[in-house]
């Protein structure tokens, strides 16, 4: 049977989440030891199969309901190359990204099924990070309504990047990484539909507009100052950037009990700086450690009721040549 395999990892944003929505720029970067995988196999069955153990899904594509994430995936790719008929197929997706915590599960799938169906098929004019990103985009925008691109990016390009939204095409920007930046990933175990939250800080800022514009427009300065640190290698300063731009966030109402009691427990046994990472009101948090503090923020994370904690690190980029 001839098969065709790939796989993307899941992601974590530093600064500027929602902010990056209203064109501030945002720092993301991948986390490789969380990864969604497909597998796409020649089949004997009629129709496009899609499977994903993990979430519970078995369907067919001529018959999935329009909002199907993994339908969308195929029928985007399928139009985009122009292909009036797809061979009869398996699509199986494994993950071990939490889904709705704010790790970019969501785009890593859709990712990973795209490459692999484009190397399936053969679609070479296709087999490139900037269009596999864009047809990333277009299956998010079912989970996000109107997502900044920033998920799409990272997870594509699995690089640390430098984000802004912008029209008629995104700022994406790599930069070096002076000093690894070692991070604590920790899960609230709540679920949070970012969909709903990036909604719910629409109407705020419709609401409030004069004030929510300030406190994007604060994000945007905190990212731009957290590029010059990272580049710095300046971790102290890169701390405590994410401490102010976790006050923020808290203030756009996207934090909880939960991530407040986290960050708060990681601080105070040593962590340079903590925050909740994307959309919010559960989902994830990050701390960033050192080799000496790592363990005792860790041990503090999970008493305060963290349900996992994973260690990643930020290491320099390759530079786009
Ligand atoms: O997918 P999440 O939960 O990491 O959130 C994405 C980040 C937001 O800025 C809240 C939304 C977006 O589209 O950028």
């Not at 129709?47 to 369907?59: E, K, M, N």
């Not at 991530?259 to 919010?280: M, T």
Request: charged letters at 20%.
């Amino acid at each position: 049977m001839i098969e065709s395999c790939a796989s993307a990892p899941g992601k974590v944003i530093l600064f500027g989440e929602h902010a990056v929505v209203y064109g501030y720029p945002a720092i993301a970067a991948p986390v490789s030891q969380v990864r969604a995988t497909a597998v796409v196999a020649d089949s004997e069955q009629p129709g496009v199969h899609l499977i994903a153990p993990d979430l519970g899904h078995s369907r067919w594509l001529a018959t999935a309901p329009a909002d199907d994430p993994m339908a969308t995936a195929v029928r985007l790719l399928q139009t985009a190359a122009g292909l009036p008929h797809l061979p009869n197929l398996t699509v199986t997706v494994t993950t071990t990204i939490p889904i709705a915590s704010g790790l970019g599960s969501g785009a890593a799938v859709a990712t990973a099924m795209i490459r692999a169906l484009v190397q399936h098929l053969q679609l070479d004019r296709l087999n490139n990070n900037e269009q596999i990103s864009d047809l990333v985009y277009q299956v998010e925008r079912l989970h996000h309504g109107t997502p900044s691109g920033i998920d799409n990016t990272v997870v594509t390009y699995e690089r640390p990047v430098y984000f802004m939204r912008d029209i008629p095409a995104n700022r994406i920007e790599t930069f070096t990484v002076a000093e690894p930046l070692r991070l604590l990933v920790a899960d609230t175990g709540q679920r949070s539909a970012t969909i709903d939250v990036v909604a719910d800080v629409r109407r705020h800022w419709e609401a409030q507009p004069a004030r929510f514009d300030h406190l994007f427009a604060a994000c945007g300065r905190i990212a731009a100052a957290a590029r010059t640190s990272i580049e710095a290698g300046d971790v102290a300063t890169t701390g405590r950037l994410m401490q102010e731009n976790h006050a923020l966030l808290q203030l756009m109402t996207v934090s909880n009990g939960t991530l407040d009691r986290l960050v708060e427990a990681a601080g105070a046994v040593g962590a340079l700086g903590a925050k909740l990472s994307g959309a919010g009101r559960g989902g994830n948090m990050i701390a960033l450690v050192t080799e000496i503090t790592e363990e005792a923020v860790r041990e503090a994370l999970k008493t305060a009721g963290a349900r996992s904690v994973l260690t990643t690190i930020i290491e320099p980029a390759e530079r786009e040549t």
